[in-house]
């Protein structure tokens, strides 16, 4: 009986400690939700303060650009297309890199390849076989042959709207060091951190386009939405070129990719603008384009996100080729990364702050390893062709 009254004396002494102890745990719980919601509206705060910055950093570069064609007395127009000499490189990259398409008129002239002619091509190399597109009917029905140089010479020199012939051969200069060194240097793509990717993966750069009166490229944009050039060699091309923002009025064909060893998106438009459907794409009526000529030894550097389209007013010799460089590394490193070749990536935590060559580089270094492989098979594949090719011309 005493034990009893004890333990119930105890429990009652107990009781206000308990209470304490229960008022603690309550205010723990209140400022743990006080602390949580801070930290939302924290996050909410450090959300809106990273769009503004983002809005202000486009205005910024926007209202930077007006500053800059003030400063050079320059005027982006779809009227024109602005032909230069003597451009200095820190105006280029100002005011055209990225940003418009310039035809530069005093560099080509200046290269051994200027001088190619098809008696050279059909003396030298008339036995070797490149790819050649041809066409009969309407630009979808585009067939990809090897032919030698000497067959696709006899064609070259006629065409009519809907049967042409075009030369485009990615690896015939590049695998030629003799032809390669005929290009000269662009100072305009001295910076070019393709440079830095691995032999497996880099883009080959310096195609050869050779087209019949009436070829013509698909409309699109380019590759990994690099920075393109143009180099005529012979001939004259002529230019349709959308600025970026309309993708609608171009019918854009979504989700489609390159097949790339190291992938990325295409974007091509199945609209042919130089024989428009208008009953089946109404709304290309809308959209603002530049068009312009390019004749030989101009080279068009064409700007990423413009969307265009090359037509060869007569027999037309050119080079295409391509740079990454400070203006576009982000733009190229955002279509590498969204077209799923990574299937986890872990970068380091200060990445954005690296200077744009080491983004590249660390970038590059964590590939994996099937991408640089199949990159590998790809390469080999094309070569040993190019071998039996060329034992075969010295045999024939």
């Known amino acids: 009986m005493g034990t009893s009254h004890r333990n119930k004396r105890e429990k009652r002494k107990a009781s206000p400690e308990k209470k304490i102890r229960g008022n603690q745990d309550e205010k723990k719980v209140r400022n743990m ?8 509206g924290f996050l909410v705060i450090a959300a809106v303060i990273v769009m503004w910055t983002y809005c202000v950093a486009e205005n910024d570069q926007s209202r930077n650009l007006d500053e800059l064609l003030k400063y050079y007395n320059v005027t982006h127009s779809l009227s024109k297309i602005d032909r230069r000499s003597k451009l200095s490189l ?17 560099v080509v002239p200046l ?11 059909l003396k030298n190399y008339g036995g070797v076989k490149v790819t050649v597109k041809t066409v009969e009917g309407d630009l979808s029905k585009a067939e990809s042959l090897a032919l030698p140089i000497s067959m696709f010479i006899q064609k070259s020199h006629s065409g009519s709207f809907q049967t042409w012939t075009y030369l485009e051969d990615e690896m015939f200069i590049t695998q030629r060091p003799e032809l390669l060194n005929d290009i000269g240097k662009v100072a305009y793509l001295e910076e070019d951190y393709f440079e830095l990717f691995p032999a497996e993966i880099k883009p080959w ?19 990994y939405n690099w920075t393109g050039t143009n180099a005529v060699l012979m001939g004259t091309k002529r230019w349709k070129m959308y600025p970026p923002g309309q993708d609608d009025y171009l019918y854009v064909i979504n989700d489609q990719k390159s097949g790339f060893p190291l992938d990325c998106y295409k974007y091509n438009s199945p609209i042919d603008a130089y024989d428009v459907n208008l009953d089946k794409y109404p709304k290309f009526q809308k959209t603002k384009w530049l068009e312009f000529d390019q004749y030989a030894g101009e080279l068009l550097l064409i700007p990423t996100g413009w969307f265009h389209q090359a037509f060869n ?26 077209a799923g ?32 492989e199949k990159g590998r098979q790809v390469t080999e594949s094309v070569l040993n062709q190019l071998k039996y090719d060329e034992l075969y011309q010295q045999q024939g």
Do not use: C
């Open 33 to 40: 939700e006080t602390r949580h919601f801070i930290w939302i």
């Open 90 to 106: 820190q105006e280029y990259m100002d005011v055209y890199d990225a940003k418009f398409p310039v035809l530069i008129t005093d």
């Open 111 to 121: 290269w051994p390849a200027f001088n190619w002619t098809k008696d050279f091509f």
């Open 205 to 223: 750069n310096a195609m050869l386009l050779w087209g019949s009166v009436y070829s013509r490229s698909p409309l699109h944009i380019d590759p």
């Open 313 to 338: 007013v007569e027999e037309t010799m050119a080079i295409s080729s391509q740079v990454m460089n400070t203006n576009n590394y982000k733009i190229v490193l955002e279509e590498i990364l969204k």
């Open 341 to 372: 070749n990574f299937d986890d990536i872990n970068l380091p935590i200060d990445y954005a702050s690296l200077l744009p060559e080491k983004q590249v580089e660390t970038l590059m270094s964590v590939l994996p390893g099937k991408i640089l």
